[in-house]
Antibody, heavy 124, light 106 residues
Framework: EVQLLGSGGGLLQPGGSLRLSCAAS????????MSWVRQAPGKGLEWVSG????????YYADSVKGRFTISRDNSKNTLYLQMNSLRAEDTAVYYC?????????????????WGQGTLVTVSS | DIQMTQSPSSLSASVGDRVTITCRAS??????LNWYQQKPGKVPELLIH???SLQSGVPSRFSGSGSGTDFTLTISSLQPEDFATYYC?????????FGPGTKVDI
């Protein structure tokens, strides 16, 4: 059974930093692209960042480029999101999501499994 | 960036109704379009990928069609468990983008 367990969320002030983690199990983690998708309270889904199975290629939404860094440790089956210079508009539930394959395949850039989400609140 | 729009933003329907939701991309995405269902307080679930391929375990009353810029999600006979918000998502190019969602309620 595929499981994605996100952690690391919390309450912090604007300008602060936070690192989210997502522990994966039930599949060959190193074979699949992964992403972070967020959802602000009462709002829709926003893709934040993704990376290839090897971690060698990374991709970002314009809204977080230069502030967030996605990474993975395939030896630990764990996905990370380092978030710096946080703003109030970054307040959201952050989901880690598994893709259907590696990033290079158009047909695989969907999200077939999602973590339970971790809440990040940025407020003074 | 490719912008995704959906119509309607919300709709009211009854059990047994045929429901159609439209998704439009700001440029051609060929057939790289996915649909998700999200129930209140729950995690999104993938329903359909690559325009018309039903994800494993998804009931056959769900179907998808379209190509280029215009796509459709159809629920042939709405069931009580289908009341939810539906999102389209393009997987043609980065940044990946979602539509704003269509809320289906009674």
């Amino acid at each position: 059974e595929v499981q994605l367990l996100g952690s690391g969320g919390g309450l912090l002030q604007p300008g602060g930093s936070l690192r989210l983690s997502c522990a994966a199990s039930g599949f060959t983690f190193s074979s699949y692209a992964m992403s972070w998708v967020r959802q602000a309270p009462g709002k829709g889904l926003e893709w934040v960042s993704g990376l290839s199975a090897s971690g060698g290629s990374t991709y970002y939404a314009d809204s977080v480029k230069g502030r967030f860094t996605i990474s993975r440790d395939n030896s630990k089956n764990t996905l990370y999101l380092q978030m710096n210079s946080l703003r109030a508009e970054d307040t959201a539930v952050y989901y880690c999501a598994k893709s259907g394959g590696d990033w290079g395949s158009y047909t695989s850039r969907n999200f077939d499994y999602w973590g339970q989400g971790t809440l990040v609140t940025v407020s003074s | 960036d490719i912008q995704m729009t959906q119509s309607p933003s919300s709709l009211s329907a009854s059990v047994g109704d045929r429901v159609t939701i439209t998704c439009r991309a700001s440029q051609s995405i060929t057939n790289f379009l996915n649909w998700y269902q999200q129930k209140p307080g729950k995690v999104p679930e993938l329903l359909i990928h690559t325009t018309s391929s039903l994800q494993s375990g998804v009931p056959s009353r769900f179907s998808g069609s379209g190509s280029g810029t215009d796509f459709t999600l159809t629920i042939s006979s709405l069931q009580p468990e289908d009341f939810a918000t539906y999102y389209c998502q393009q997987s043609y190019s980065s940044p990946l983008t979602f539509g704003p969602g269509t809320k289906v309620d009674i």
